[in-house]
T-cell receptor
Framework: LAKTTQPISMDSYEGQEVNITCSHN???????ITWYQQFPSQGPRFIIQ???TKVTNEVASLFIPADRKSSTLSLPRVSLSDTAVYYC????????????FGPGTRLSVLP | DTEVTQTPKHLVMGMTNKKSLKCEQH?????MYWYKQKAKKPPELMFV???????INESVPSRFSPECPNSSLLNLHLHALQPEDSALYLC???????????FGQGTRLTVV
């Protein structure tokens, strides 16, 4: 499994765009990149998944450069309710591998 | 219904007790997962069931025993646990390996 590295924590202010980068230098050809959000005492919640270039949904964008050795989760105009831990997962699309969590980034959104 | 329901929400058990955690989903998902999460740490994968068969056991001690009675239910039987097993136990399900996983709210387990 590709090892992932994320910043331990980040601070932002309401209304700003937040970019969280995940490094995965030994990502394999068949690996996908998935991001989850977790609030305290709750289960993680899927945000977005991608393989290359850019993926966008109603809550976030995922940017993946051509070499795929990193990825950036972009949250537009964050609010206080976006304060959570964000996990980057990298693995093949088979049961188990795609659901091994990295260390996570604790995002604090300040008023 | 996009819910994964876990019961109980909280559990306190002694080291000699036997208890079970229950997880249920009615989304028709064919994969179900157990995770253990300690405070301020990421969830750690314990078991994966695919089509009701155990496909992954991440070297979990035998005092944790999973069971998948049918495609909607997943149990985790607990016996002779240690205080260090106290954690949040999360259940998840997914339609397929490429699909997003849906997580339950977890069971907060305390071993005394």
């Amino acid at each position: 499994l590709a090892k992932t590295t994320q910043p331990i924590s980040m601070d932002s202010y309401e209304g700003q765009e937040v970019n969280i980068t995940c490094s995965h230098n030994n990502i394999a050809t068949n690996d996908y990149i998935t991001w989850y959000q977790q609030f305290p005492s709750q289960g993680p919640r899927f945000i977005i998944q991608g393989y290359k270039t850019k993926v966008t949904n109603e809550v976030a964008s995922l940017f993946i450069p051509a070499d795929r050795k990193s990825s950036t989760l972009s949250l537009p105009r964050v609010s206080l309710s976006d304060t959570a831990v964000y996990y980057c997962l990298v693995g093949e699309r088979n049961y188990g591998q795609n659901f091994v969590f990295g260390p996570g980034t604790r995002l604090s959104v300040l008023p | 219904d996009t819910e994964v329901t876990q019961t109980p929400k909280h559990l306190v058990m002694g080291m000699t007790n036997k208890k079970s955690l229950k997880c249920e989903q009615h989304m028709g998902h064919r994969a179900m997962y157990w995770y253990k999460q300690k405070a301020k740490k990421p969830p750690e994968l314990m078991f994966v069931y695919s089509y009701e068969k155990l496909s992954i056991n991440e070297s979990v001690p035998s005092r944790f025993s999973p069971e998948c009675p049918n495609s909607s239910l997943l149990n985790l039987h607990l016996h002779a646990l240690q205080p260090e097993d106290s954690a949040l136990y999360l259940c998840a399900s997914s339609q397929g390996p490429a699909e997003e996983a849906f997580f339950g709210q977890g069971t907060r387990l305390t071993v005394v």
